[in-house]
């Protein structure tokens, strides 16, 4: 099928870039834990209140433009950490979400270990894209969330115009805005993200003569 000729010929690439091979399971669970980016050129280790993840910091950069100013701009401590004040087990939960790229993720059994909407509420805060989205369709089929619930998260946010296409019930947002006060502007105009040149890891590959900037992450 294609999808299986996709993975392989991005697992040639992965070992082209860096001459390893990958052994993963496609059959195994595969969590953030396991997709270890140590020996990445763009390897970043964030301290996540007491708990350190070993991250692609081009990766999350494109999956969010919240990191995209932040690894841009963040300084590491002695340790040589940079420190993001989270909750380290909605963050773990929320890596698991986007990592890896392979995979497939099933919106009706979406494996979490903290409350959705505290997974919700850091993936707009941090606002990576692709999280929200996941965890609105997600949500929408979950009877332990109910819709006020999650419009309530989305307008504290700020972030309703941003997913409101993902909404079938605009009425709701009109009944629960007057109630309900917006606590951070996590609003986002979801342009597409590029990868940059600053990225550690970027890669220029030429592909029959037209040269492309790449995440080689």
Excluded: C, W
């Amino acid at each position: 099928p294609l999808q299986d000729t996709m993975h392989i010929m991005i697992r040639r690439f992965f070992d082209f870039l860096f001459g390893i091979s990958n052994a993963t399971n496609d059959s195994a669970k595969v969590t953030h834990a396991s997709f270890n980016h140590s020996s990445f050129p763009d390897a970043k280790v964030l301290q996540v209140r007491r708990k350190n993840f070993v991250v692609s910091s081009s990766y999350l950069s494109l999956h969010s433009p919240f990191f995209y100013d932040f690894f841009l701009n963040a300084n590491a401590n002695e340790a040589g950490l940079i420190e993001l004040d989270a909750d380290p087990l909605v963050f773990s939960d929320l890596l698991n979400i986007i990592y890896p790229t392979s995979k497939v993720i099933d919106f009706n059994a979406v494996d979490l270990n903290s409350p959705i909407i505290e997974v919700l509420s850091l993936a707009l805060r941090l606002k990576v894209r692709y999280a929200v989205k996941t965890l609105l369709i997600y949500a929408k089929d979950n009877s332990k969330v109910s819709d006020n619930e999650i419009m309530r998260t989305m307008i504290q946010h700020n972030a309703f115009d941003s997913y409101k296409f993902l909404f079938t019930s605009p009425n709701l947002y009109d009944e629960l805005m007057p109630t309900t006060g917006v606590v951070r502007d996590d609003s986002d105009n979801l342009v597409p993200i590029v990868v940059s040149p600053t990225f550690a890891d970027a890669v220029q590959i030429n592909v029959e003569g037209i040269k492309f900037l790449v995440s080689s992450s």
